[in-house]
Nanobody
């Protein structure tokens, strides 16, 4: 019954910015790691950025210095601020949250958002 909803994708010119958000809802006991992934046509789904429950972050080399991942634990939300966008950033972006639930039994599962399209024009 946990659901993730993404927002913030769109069409932007090279050099522009977008901010993606991903909010989880449902019977959530704890959110562990959070991350953003992207998949371009014909490619695998690749990690863009992740953030641990303790706030440690890491980024793909291709986005380092341009993208910033953050989390709001009170709102079960992970965000991705994307600056200085390039055409090669164009992809469908998916968020992932590792979530612990305790009803009826304790379980830990990966949950994925529906994906949001980011298109960067030259």
């Amino acid at each position: 019954q946990v659901q993730l909803v993404e927002s913030g994708g769109g069409l932007v010119q090279a050099g522009g910015s977008l901010r993606l958000s991903c909010a989880a809802s449902g019977s959530i006991y704890r959110v562990n790691d959070m991350g953003w992934y992207r998949q371009a046509p014909g490619n695998q789904r690749d990690l863009v950025a992740r953030i641990t429950s303790g706030g440690t972050t890491n980024y793909a080399d291709s986005v380092k210095g341009r993208f910033t991942i953050s989390r709001d634990n009170a709102k079960n939300t992970v965000s991705l601020q994307m600056n200085s966008l390039k055409p090669e950033d164009s992809a469908i972006y998916f968020c992932k949250q590792v979530i612990t639930t305790i009803a009826p039994l304790m379980r830990v599962n990966d949950y994925w958002g529906q994906g949001t399209q980011v298109t960067v024009s030259s």
